[in-house]
């Protein structure tokens, strides 16, 4: 029977190389996988901080991913597992989709991502994966606030300082000089102190600034680099 499972983290708790460790196992076990990620930084890709990249196919907004794997099934090309990246970023209706074809085509889908976005507040897509999967599974790998204690908040900065407001979308690495993203234990991420402002704690509570949104066709290719987007 085919299945939808959920891994889910903040950044840097090694989403996507567990996503490529388990299509590599998959392949060396006789399977076909088909690999998926949406606005990756560095383009059609599943790629990793630590290095490692395979090419995926990028979901766009209007990408009907069952209308997309149902036609590589039937054109010939087996099809035994997705894995699927930034699941975050899927619409709600694309993860109804993937959801299809495991009832319907008996497929594993393995769809990786963070939960909640700079505000705090669950992003659509894993919001419905959450609704839908068939198992949810919190990645143990810990990312680590400034202070040492476990990140649990995935915080935007500019220029070091954490923003509040804006689009739930922008793309942005770790230590960018604009736009950047930081792991946070809640109390730090609650107080607005960011590994830059600690030791200036007069200069902390938020950026009023507005950051906007970043094209995905901008995102850099970083390969060491992080990302919250």
């Known amino acids: 029977m085919g299945a939808v499972t959920f891994y889910f983290g903040t950044m840097n708790c090694g989403k996507s190389t567990l996503a490529l460790q388990m299509a590599h196992n998959a392949r060396a076990a006789g399977q076909s996988v088909l690999l998926f990620s949406k606005l990756d930084r560095a383009g059609a890709v599943i790629s990793s901080r630590i290095g490692l990249s395979q090419p995926a196919t990028t979901v766009g907004d209007d990408l009907d991913l ?14 035994d597992e997705l894995i699927v990246d930034e699941a975050q970023f899927l619409s709600p209706s694309q993860v109804d989709q993937l959801a299809r074809l495991a009832d319907e085509r008996d497929l594993q889908v393995r769809c990786f991502g963070l939960l909640s976005d700079f505000q705090t507040r669950l992003f659509p897509g894993s919001q419905r994966l959450l609704e839908l999967a068939d198992q949810r599974e919190e990645l143990q790998l ?9 990140g649990t908040h995935n ?39 960011t590994r830059r402002t600690a030791d200036t704690p007069e200069d902390v509570g938020g950026a009023t600034a507005t950051a906007s949104p970043v094209p995905a066709e901008r995102a850099r290719p970083a390969p060491t680099s992080s990302r919250q987007k």
């Not at 300082?161 to 770790?174: F, K, L, N, P, S």
């Open 142 to 150: 810990a990312a680590r606030c400034w202070c040492g204690e476990r």
């Open 66 to 79: 069952h209308h997309h794997v149902v036609g590589c099934i039937e054109a010939g090309g087996p099809v």
């Open 155 to 193: 915080a935007r900065t500019l220029r070091g300082r954490i923003v509040r407001d804006g689009a739930q979308v922008v793309v942005g690495d770790v230590d960018d000089s604009a736009v950047a993203y930081e792991v946070l234990c809640r109390h730090h991420h609650r107080e607005g102190i």
